[in-house]
Each structure stands twice: as structure tokens, then as C-alpha cells.
């Protein structure tokens, strides 16, 4: 059995004080060494849904399948906010209606019209920044990854979202680095406030 409370507490690199380069890699080497063989899938698989030639509907199909919780409820909310900002794409280029859309085979799973954040994420895709829109829609996953991983203390699934979390910090330091720190600087004290970081 995975010890995840020594896992989580060891993370190495969320210090208070960090100041230096982010080696995401390394952080999640370190957790990967720790796992079990499924739990390693697992969070390999977390991390494909960054990569964009994973994104396809058998992927999407075996998240909905998956045995984590968090697999199943994060990429199900992905694949909404994906579709949804397909969906205003189609409608500010004049493309017909449900171009593009990903539907998994006989699920409504990813229509728009079933999305809870439809309304929000429009908001955030009608702002004529490019960078503040990509933000507003990494900081609707980052609390989609709060709300799934609130009730979760030292267990796979907290892991998971601090992988995923991971990930966004990540993209953002290579984008853009005052975004990056802050969402960094933001993760200390998510983690600090589940438990004391020696």
C-alpha cells in the first residue's frame, strides 16, 4: 500500500521560501519512484491530458472509465470547458454549430448545453486578451481541481490535483513568469494549509 501522506509531506520543492527555477519533472519523477504501478498509471495519465495528441476520444472515453474519482470528475469538466470554447470559437468564426465537438459515443458527456461553467467560461472567452482569457481558463480548472480534491487529505487523489496543479504552473512559468510565481506562490499555501512544510 502507497504511503501518501509521506509522499504529499516530501514533496521537495514546495518550500516558502522557494525562489528558484520550477523542475516539474523532477518533482514528479520523485512522487512516480513512490508509487505503486497503478498509481504511477494513473498519474501518467493525468499528466497525457497536457499533452494535446492525447486528447482524443479514447482517451476522454477511458478517463469516464477510470477507477480515480478524480480522473473520472477532471477530465469529464475538461472536456466541457475544451468543447465550450470550440463551441465560441464556431460561433466568433461563423463555423457551423457543433463543429468540432467531441461527444463520447453514447454519452452527453462534454455538451455544452450540460456544461455548470458555461456561462462563466463565455465570459472569460469574450475578452480580447489572449493571455487573460488562457488564464481565466486555467484558473477555472485550477478550481475545479480545489473542488475535487477539497475533502481529500493525503490520499491518491490529492496527488493527482497537485499534479494536475503542477502542470498549470508549470505552462505558466514558461509563458509567463509573473503568472507563474503567483499561481507557485499560490500552491505553498494550498499545500501549507493541509500540513506544515518542514
Same mark, same amino acid.
Given at each position: ?28 519523477? /520523485? ?7 497503478? $498509481? @504511477? =498509471?494513473?498519474?501518467?495519465? #493525468? +499528466?497525457? !491530458? ?57 454519452? /452527453? ?7 455548470? $461553467? @458555461? =456561462?462563466?467560461?463565455?465570459? #472569460? +472567452?469574450? !475578452? ?71
Amino acid at each position: 500500500m502507497n504511503n501518501y501522506e509521506f509522499i504529499t509531506a516530501g514533496l521537495p520543492v514546495l518550500q516558502a521560501d522557494y525562489r528558484g527555477p520550477l523542475d516539474a519533472g523532477a518533482v514528479l519523477e /520523485e512522487i512516480r519512484e513512490q508509487f505503486s504501478e497503478s $498509481d @504511477a =498509471a494513473a498519474l501518467q495519465f #493525468v +499528466l497525457d !491530458g497536457w499533452k494535446a495528441e492525447c486528447l482524443t476520444e479514447e482517451f476522454y472515453a477511458k478517463a469516464a472509465k477510470s477507477r480515480s474519482a478524480f480522473i473520472r470528475d477532471f477530465f469529464h469538466y475538461d472536456l466541457q470547458l475544451r468543447n465550450a470554447k470550440v463551441a465560441w470559437l464556431n460561433r466568433t468564426l461563423g463555423r457551423p454549430e457543433g463543429r468540432d465537438i467531441m461527444q463520447l459515443p453514447g454519452s /452527453e458527456q462534454g455538451l455544452e448545453e450540460d456544461f455548470e $461553467d @458555461a =456561462a462563466k467560461a463565455a465570459e #472569460v +472567452l469574450s !475578452g480580447s486578451d489572449i493571455l487573460a482569457r488562457e488564464r481565466g481558463l486555467d484558473s477555472m480548472l485550477w478550481e475545479r481541481i480545489d473542488a475535487l480534491t477539497v475533502m481529500h487529505v493525503f490520499d491518491l487523489d490529492l496527488i493527482l490535483g497537485f499534479a494536475a496543479k503542477l502542470q498549470i504552473v508549470d505552462r505558466w512559468l514558461k509563458l509567463d513568469e509573473a503568472t507563474g510565481r503567483e499561481l507557485f506562490e499560490k500552491m505553498v499555501r494550498d499545500i501549507k494549509a493541509n500540513f506544515t512544510i518542514e
